[in-house]
């Protein structure tokens, strides 16, 4: 969400002045509001509220939608990938039935070839045993008629294998033909898996432009960035709520030596301004679309899902009430309950959140109060 230094206070200026008009009919009493008066001045300020409720709700749908637009991205952008994969092994088992289509070609030319000679043979013999000298006849006719029966099982062998290898080449040709089948339905389902994200990012950026719109001022702003502080918090102590605590020795021997969980330029450190009285609690680490989030330290998944304001989030205990989080993420690679060791990937980087580009969202907590990462990371 982009930081907004100015804006103009909604409502303050005519809250201002009626707060002011209740003064000065108390700083003077020659001076008194008519019945009517005070009734406006009521009537008013009701307005302003029920305003700012209106705006609020208002605020919420629009958050609704966007975190259904955003899960909608997610959902179709692992179905590309997937297809991709797909596509990918089709086209290697296509290669592969090719290559064997080839073989069995070639093997079916070799054995026909033997077959001929076999045939040739065979009636070359059959010449031979009609010409043979009658005294020898017997003797003769023994020794062809074994070389026969020698012609007649290689014959029969060299006919299966025939067989056998046009059976398999009919098979290798069918399948091959049902892979291109596969290969045209994964393209044409990728092409509107294609086209219906595009619709939902073309959605995301509508509703993105009108939830800036409501939050023009300081004080919605302000009490958006609080509400989704809120929700953090609450969702970090129902974590550490339900799940038993964490065997591990925390994070204390590790300050100024935990690896980065991503490579990339910080955008927004620690304790600087957000807005108003709202500083970051964490710090924003610039990064690729899809890099890689790595955990900085051997840990318990204790939240994995998308909270308003922070987008995909997952949060690792590594005990001792001690906790790290990774938000604003295209994807979540672990869930709730999964086990993780030092360096391994977690998510992917991204823009949920409502995010204008992707970035890491890093926070480390002890005993739910946010910490400085700069100073638990290494150098």
């Given at each position: 969400m982009a930081i907004r230094q100015s804006r103009q206070t909604l409502a303050l200026p005519i809250l201002a002045g009626l707060v002011c008009l209740i003064l000065v009919s108390l700083a003077f009493p020659t001076w008194s509001a008519s019945p009517n008066e005070l009734k406006g001045v009521s009537n008013e300020i009701s307005r302003q509220r029920q305003s700012l409720s209106s705006q609020q709700k208002k605020l919420d749908t629009l958050n609704k939608s966007l975190k259904r637009q955003e899960l909608s991205i997610v959902r179709l952008e692992k179905e590309i990938k997937k297809a991709k994969a797909s596509l990918h092994k089709t086209n290697q088992s296509i290669s592969a039935l090719e290559k064997r289509i080839a073989s069995l070609e070639k093997q079916k030319r070799q054995q026909t070839e033997v077959l001929a000679e076999l045939l040739q043979t065979y009636y070359a013999t059959q010449r031979a045993k009609s010409s043979a000298n009658m005294l020898n006849q017997s003797v003769e006719e023994d020794r062809i008629s074994q070389y026969f029966q020698y012609l007649a099982k290689k014959r029969a062998v060299t006919i299966a294998q025939i067989e056998k290898t046009v059976s398999e080449l009919t098979k290798s040709e069918t399948q091959l033909k049902l892979e291109q089948q596969q290969i045209t339905s994964l393209l044409d389902e990728q092409e509107q898996t294609r086209r219906r994200l595009t619709k939902e990012q073309s959605k995301r950026k509508g509703t993105l432009s009108n939830i800036k719109k409501n939050i023009s001022s300081d004080k919605v702003y302000l009490t958006e960035l609080q509400r989704n502080e809120t929700r953090l918090k609450a969702e970090i102590a129902k974590a550490a709520k339900r799940n038993t605590p964490i065997p591990m020795d925390g994070l204390a021997k590790q300050k100024g030596r935990?690896?980065?969980?991503?490579?990339?330029?910080?955008?927004?450190?620690?304790?600087?301004?957000?807005?108003?009285?709202?500083?970051?609690?964490?710090?924003?680490?610039?990064?690729?679309?899809?890099?890689?989030?790595?955990?900085?330290?051997?840990?318990?998944?204790?939240?994995?899902?998308?909270?308003?304001?922070?987008?995909?989030?997952?949060?690792?205990?590594?005990?001792?009430?001690?906790?790290?989080?990774?938000?604003?993420?295209?994807?979540?690679?672990?869930?709730?309950?999964?086990?993780?060791?030092?360096?391994?990937?977690?998510?992917?980087?991204?823009?949920?959140?409502?995010?204008?580009?992707?970035?890491?969202?890093?926070?480390?907590?002890?005993?739910?109060?946010?910490?400085?990462?700069?100073?638990?990371?290494?150098?």
């Amino acid at each position: 969400m982009a930081i907004r230094q100015s804006r103009q206070t909604l409502a303050l200026p005519i809250l201002a002045g009626l707060v002011c008009l209740i003064l000065v009919s108390l700083a003077f009493p020659t001076w008194s509001a008519s019945p009517n008066e005070l009734k406006g001045v009521s009537n008013e300020i009701s307005r302003q509220r029920q305003s700012l409720s209106s705006q609020q709700k208002k605020l919420d749908t629009l958050n609704k939608s966007l975190k259904r637009q955003e899960l909608s991205i997610v959902r179709l952008e692992k179905e590309i990938k997937k297809a991709k994969a797909s596509l990918h092994k089709t086209n290697q088992s296509i290669s592969a039935l090719e290559k064997r289509i080839a073989s069995l070609e070639k093997q079916k030319r070799q054995q026909t070839e033997v077959l001929a000679e076999l045939l040739q043979t065979y009636y070359a013999t059959q010449r031979a045993k009609s010409s043979a000298n009658m005294l020898n006849q017997s003797v003769e006719e023994d020794r062809i008629s074994q070389y026969f029966q020698y012609l007649a099982k290689k014959r029969a062998v060299t006919i299966a294998q025939i067989e056998k290898t046009v059976s398999e080449l009919t098979k290798s040709e069918t399948q091959l033909k049902l892979e291109q089948q596969q290969i045209t339905s994964l393209l044409d389902e990728q092409e509107q898996t294609r086209r219906r994200l595009t619709k939902e990012q073309s959605k995301r950026k509508g509703t993105l432009s009108n939830i800036k719109k409501n939050i023009s001022s300081d004080k919605v702003y302000l009490t958006e960035l609080q509400r989704n502080e809120t929700r953090l918090k609450a969702e970090i102590a129902k974590a550490a709520k339900r799940n038993t605590p964490i065997p591990m020795d925390g994070l204390a021997k590790q300050k100024g030596r935990l690896p980065w969980p991503i490579k990339g330029t910080v955008l927004h450190n620690y304790g600087s301004r957000q807005t108003g009285q709202i500083n970051w609690k964490g710090m924003v680490i610039n990064a690729a679309y899809g890099q890689a989030i790595k955990a900085v330290y051997s840990g318990t998944v204790v939240f994995s899902d998308y909270l308003r304001g922070y987008g995909l989030v997952i949060l690792l205990d590594h005990g001792k009430g001690d906790m790290t989080l990774y938000g604003f993420n295209q994807s979540l690679l672990k869930k709730e309950g999964d086990k993780i060791s030092a360096g391994e990937t977690i998510a992917l980087a991204g823009d949920t959140g409502g995010q204008s580009k992707a970035s890491l969202y890093f926070e480390i907590r002890r005993n739910s109060k946010a910490q400085d990462p700069r100073a638990w990371l290494a150098r």
